[in-house]
């Protein structure tokens, strides 16, 4: 019950909104995020899954029985972590865009609320139908936030953001269904369920046919991640957006993709992924060089994130692709981190560009002397992007490396990744610490530069106010917390990882053991 009400109360806290006078959306927004958020946490208090494979939330709606269809729902440790992101970021959303949108408040508030709903069903979704509906109707309610509430070149982001994503998503469809009927033809009736079309793929389909599989099924998922070189959607559409659609693409849109890659293409298909890992890896890696060096050249703040994303988003594909247990933690905790620090970056260039209407280094600059607290954040969540130790950035990365690293290690198939994959992208690290300390250091230190004719207290107050510093905290809380003692987030992953890794018994090597890493037996 407690899984179909973080589905549904989303989608009832939108059809309020709607029919509600507008000056009351705001608030309905944010009461409806705060119980769904309220409700999450009840979940996973509840939830007994921490540490295991066992899974929770498990719940079904006979839909289409003719055809196999039936509406489940369910939440292992990873999708839970994931649920739980996405339920705390929507609140923060809705009360960092209480002063940001202030025209056609109900619509844009609706839209949030239903790209929650969406979201949270992509993550909690036990069958092919309903991960599939979830998965592209979140494509609905943010062509309509960019299209709508975005920047000068709107139009045409929204349009580029929801032609590459839906064609993708068709070419995975493809995919799926080839399995579901391959699985029909083999057992003479139809299901969708998503264990019984990863078991039956596993076992089932052929080594071509798993290439072909796997090709489908990452033509969508690349895209949505976006792994290079179909990333080109992500910068224009991040720039774009408003502010909380740029932190919901950045914290839970693109993991869409990873959580893609982790529930389907590594269990469904592991004879592919082996073969062709590498290959992946090298375009994981071209992406994270390819998007630090872009970044290093950019003016506009806003965009500069926006591909410090594309670069990021690789060392997860990365860890990945590692295929061992180290390699997968980092990944999964690195999504989460990503959606933390990230997101708090595009929620203070939002706030700076509140009060300035401009994201320009070139005209913009020195803002320690004005606004001193938000600078402070700025600084925190920039070194947690660059991965300074002691805060959550550093924990993932390292892991999503030495996991790279060790799998060169690796009994029947040495050719997976290895310390040569490793040390290119280890070179991202210090690429992303030079242009992301570079931008703190135009845009906080130095003289003050305010565009000409405006100045900070115009529209709010020259620093940031209590709703600002309540919407930040959150996340800079997370930042340390899983900076300094990641343990118990690792540890809550470990069954599902060991229950991924169950198809790849001579991918883990003899010196993850010796680490103490547990749930999988060589």
Known sequence: MLGWLLILLPLLTAVIIMASPARFSRLVAMLGSLATLGIAMVAAIDFDGWGTGRWGLESSITFLPELGVTLEIGADSVSMLLMLLTALLMPLAVLGSWTAVVDRTREYFGWLMVLASAMTGVFLARDLLLFYICFEFTLIPMFFLIAIYGSTNRAFASVKFFIYTFLGSLLALVGFLYVAWSLASHQGEWSFSIPDLVHFAQTGLTSSEQV????????????????????????????????????????????????????????????????????????????????????????????????????????????????????????????????????????????????????????????????PIWSCFMVFFVLASVGLPGLNGFVSEFLCLIGTFAAGDTGAYPGVLGPWFAAFAAIGMILAAMYLLIMVGKVVFGSLREPAGVHAHDVLPADLNAREIVVLAPLAIGCVVLGIQPDFVMHAMEGSIAETLAMYPDLVPESMHAMGIKGVTP
């Not at 893609?260 to 298909?269: D, E, H, N, Q, T």
């Not at 592991?270 to 994270?288: C, H, N, Q, R």
């Not at 806003?302 to 180290?326: E, I, M, T």
Request: aromatic share 10%; hydrophobic share 55%.
């Open 212 to 371: 072909w599989v796997l090709a489908a099924l990452m033509a969508g998922f690349a895209v949505k991640i976006p792994l290079f070189p179909v990333h080109t959607w992500l910068p224009l559409a991040h720039t774009e957006a408003p502010t909380a659609g740029s932190v919901l693409l950045a914290g839970v849109l693109l993991k869409l993709g990873t959580y893609g890659l982790y529930r389907f293409a590594l269990p469904m298909v592991p004879e592919a992924v082996v073969e062709f890992a590498p290959v992946l890896a090298i375009l994981a890696i071209v992406g994270i060089l390819y998007g630090a060096l872009i970044c290093w050249v950019q003016t506009d703040v806003k965009k500069l994130v926006a591909y410090s994303s594309v670069s990021h988003l690789g060392f997860c594909v990365l860890g990945l692709l590692a295929l061992n247990p180290l390699g997968l933690q980092g990944s999964v905790l690195y999504m989460i981190n990503h959606g933390l620090s990230t997101g708090a970056l595009f929620f203070l260039i939002g706030m700076m560009y509140e009060r300035y209407h401009t994201r320009d280094m070139n005209v913009i600059g020195g803002l320690a002397s004005k606004m």
